[in-house]
């Protein structure tokens, strides 16, 4: 696949922040939360972004929707690079593109009802008024689920599932082809969960939308998305189809993150693999692979070469020394 054919294709992007400290708040280095990732996302399909607290996830998401400048690379939605558009080219491709957060308590204007926070985004755009934008407002309410009753309440009279339906129905007001989820059930019940994943996988079945899913709940990406990526701070360290990487993970992360699921499939093949300690934060002159301070499995080589995110299989990418050669399987 060209990065024309697909619909968003990510390349070596990084975004660093700088590091501050001292009485005078200076600028004493700086950290890349995002760190030369590259990834391709086709028309209707999802991808799956997992990775614990502060590996990126959301920088990433940010980046890609430029609501967050990145430091380098490209971003090219449907072959066309976001950073060189301006203007009108600009906020037509970004309407093209919207966001879904995780906590539907604060995402959304307390102060709003239903109807302006899901008519807000076509008010602004100047895409709809008067009936029609009334019309376009009933039915995207329905299309998530929610009616016509719905429409003059405000946000507090709402559970947390229906706040999220209403978040949905405004990232969609646009329509748009992308959306990126940032973990958009974890603020939910877990019987809420589903239905919320129920209503993205039927919205995307009916609008042949394409997502980028953001969680660190692997059950729920392989619930929902096709490709999975797996982040380590910065760097994606695997990447393959959802039911490969179960069936064969690689990385010994994404190992310690399948053996960290309470029920592991049965059939499960691979070795689980426990790892202590937290996610650091990366220095600019760290050597070698950012997860070596944790991993079990740590070589000499490890500590000075970064790995290179590399095919092991047919389209599965491994970011890991125990691979490089050939010479080791789970
Ligand atoms: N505006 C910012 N300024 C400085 N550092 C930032 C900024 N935004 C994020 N970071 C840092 O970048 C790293 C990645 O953060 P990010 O929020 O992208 O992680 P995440 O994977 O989404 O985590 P979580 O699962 O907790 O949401 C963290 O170390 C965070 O502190
Ligand atoms: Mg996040």
């Given at each position: 696949m060209t990065d024309a054919e697909a619909l968003l294709a990510v390349r070596n992007v990084t975004k660093a922040f700088a590091i501050r400290g001292g009485l005078f708040k200076t600028r004493i280095g700086e950290m890349r939360a995002v760190d030369d990732v590259s990834l391709t996302i086709p028309a209707g399909t999802s991808y799956g972004l997992v990775g614990e607290s502060g590996s990126g996830k959301t920088t990433l998401g940010k980046v890609i929707l430029r609501l967050v400048e990145p430091t380098t690379g490209q971003i090219l939605f449907e072959g066309k690079d976001l950073c060189q558009l301006t203007g009108d080219e600009l906020q037509l491709q970004r309407a093209g593109m919207q966001m879904v957060f995780q906590n539907p308590y604060s995402s959304l204007?307390?102060?709003?009802s239903v109807k302006s926070t899901v008519a807000e985004p076509l008010v602004i755009f100047g895409r709809a008024r008067g009936k029609e934008l009334d019309d376009r407002v009933r039915s995207l309410i329905a299309t998530v689920g929610l009616r016509d009753e719905h429409l003059y309440r405000f946000p507090h009279e709402f559970s947390g599932g229906q706040r999220q339906r209403i978040g949905i129905a405004r990232a969609l007001a646009l329509e748009p082809k992308l959306l990126v989820l940032d973990e958009p059930t974890s603020a939910l019940d877990v019987s809420v969960q589903s239905q919320i994943l129920n209503l993205l996988l039927d919205l995307q079945q009916r609008l042949g939308l394409t997502y980028l899913f953001i969680s660190h709940d692997l059950a729920v990406i392989r619930y929902v998305c096709d490709r999975v990526g797996v982040m380590y701070l910065g760097r994606i360290v695997e990447e393959a189809a959802v039911e490969e990487l179960f069936a064969r993970p690689q990385h010994p992360y994404t190992r310690s993150l399948l053996s960290a699921i309470p029920e592991p499939d049965p059939d499960h093949r691979f070795q689980p693999v426990e790892v202590n300690g937290e996610i650091g934060r990366l220095a600019l002159d760290d050597r070698g692979c950012r997860f070596a301070p944790r991993c079990p499995f740590v070589m000499d080589r490890c500590r000075q070469i970064d790995p290179a995110l590399e095919a092991?299989?047919?389209?599965h990418l491994v970011a890991c020394h125990l691979y490089s050669d050939g010479a080791v399987s789970n």
């Open positions: 204007d307390p102060r709003q092991t299989g047919s389209a």
